[in-house]
Nanobody
Framework: QVQLVESGGGSVQAGGSLRLSCSTSTYTSKYSRYYMAWFRQTPGKKREGVAGIDSDGITRYADSVKGRFTISQDNAKKNLYLQMTSLKPEDTAMYYC?????????????????WGQGTQVTVSP
């Protein structure tokens, strides 16, 4: 069964760092072409794309996190990471990893069929 499993969330003070991980081996063992992305969501708001990477390693970032967040994969492409630095209180959200066929806008959440369960990130002032 294809599934994604996140880990690494937690609470941190503003200016701190966290690294989120997403186990993607069940997906990448089946599909060699893909988009993978990290989304975040706060109550009452739409899920927004934060960082994305395709199977060629091309990355894209939301303007709000450029220069602070880095998306990457390990060499075996079994794990997806989101390194978050210089965290701000407005980064507080539930973070999700997601994967799909590489077509269209990588940040269009509705096209993603495979989602992780989410991991909470809380940044205090």
């Amino acid at each position: 069964q294809v599934q994604l499993v996140e880990s690494g969330g937690g609470s941190v003070q503003a200016g701190g760092s966290l690294r989120l991980s997403c186990s993607t081996s069940t997906y990448t063992s089946k599909y060699s072409r893909y988009y993978m992305a990290w989304f975040r969501q706060t109550p009452g708001k739409k899920r927004e794309g934060v960082a994305g990477i395709d199977s060629d390693g091309i990355t894209r970032y939301a303007d709000s996190v450029k220069g602070r967040f880095t998306i990457s994969q390990d060499n075996a492409k079994k794990n997806l990471y989101l390194q978050m630095t210089s965290l701000k209180p407005e980064d507080t959200a539930m973070y999700y990893c997601a994967a799909r066929y590489p077509q269209g806008d990588i940040f269009y959440a509705n096209n993603y069929a495979i989602w992780g369960q989410g991991t909470q990130v809380t940044v205090s002032p």
